[in-house]
């Protein structure tokens, strides 16, 4: 099924500990996102990517970073995991920057202790 | 203020009524609106966008924007318990970080119940 992979589904993360998240999609979308999910606070944009070799900033970039090498994958990392990067995350992409029907991932439940 | 505010609910209707979903925004400048859907522990949905003032609907649900009012929201007609869901308002941004991003509000939480 075409579609949009995450891995892991959920992790335990030691505070201080680096991780990336995957993300890979296979529909050959040039855009492709990274939302955070928290309780009351809905999704908001980390860092997007329109397309293979760039990257831009969201609205809550700090503490995690993005590539994206080609058009499937757009990992995120984070270098030193804190307790507040506790969420789910989720991976969007999209068939270009101004489409707005995202695709999403099954997303990742991180929990930083 | 929020830049996308809703109603988190949550909004609790009888099987067969009309959900009413309302969200305001605060960048005037937005000129596209959707409306997703989760199940809970699932991925958000597209189910309906809007760009011009006034209705527009598919099927049982209905999308209403009011541009100079910065208010959309979803009605649901002859909801039914597989309604039961959080319903995401996301608005385009014109400026800042995210422009040109969806920016999502909170989401309300719909239970339909028989």
């Known amino acids: 099924t075409a579609g949009i992979t995450q891995a892991p589904t959920s992790q335990i993360l030691a505070a201080g500990r680096s991780m990336t998240l995957r993300c890979t999609q296979d529909m050959r979308h040039n855009a492709m996102y990274w939302y955070r999910q928290d309780l009351g606070l809905g999704l908001r944009l980390i860092h997007y990517s329109n397309t293979a070799g760039t990257t831009g900033k969201g609205e809550v970039p700090d503490g995690y970073s993005v590539s994206r090498a080609n058009t499937d994958d757009f990992p995120l990392t984070l270098a030193s995991a804190v307790p507040s990067q506790t969420s789910v995350y989720f991976c969007a992409s999209s068939e270009d920057f101004s489409s707005y029907g995202y695709t999403f991932g099954s997303g990742t439940r991180l929990t930083v202790v | 203020q929020k830049e996308v505010e809703q109603n988190s609910g949550p909004l609790s209707v009888p099987e067969g009524a009309i959900a009413s979903l309302n969200c305001t925004y605060s960048?005037?400048?937005?000129?596209?609106f959707f409306w997703y859907r989760q199940y809970s522990g699932k991925s958000p949905e597209l189910i309906m966008s809007?760009?011009?003032?006034g209705d527009k609907e598919d099927g049982r649900f209905t999308a209403q924007l009011n541009k100079a009012s910065q208010y959309v929201s979803l009605l649901i007609r002859d909801s039914q318990p597989s309604d039961s869901a959080t319903y995401l308002c996301a608005v385009v941004r014109t400026g800042g970080t995210s422009y040109g991003k969806l920016t999502f509000g909170q989401g309300t939480i719909l239970t339909v119940h028989p």
């Open positions: 960048d005037r400048g937005s000129q596209s």
């Open positions: 809007i760009y011009s003032n």
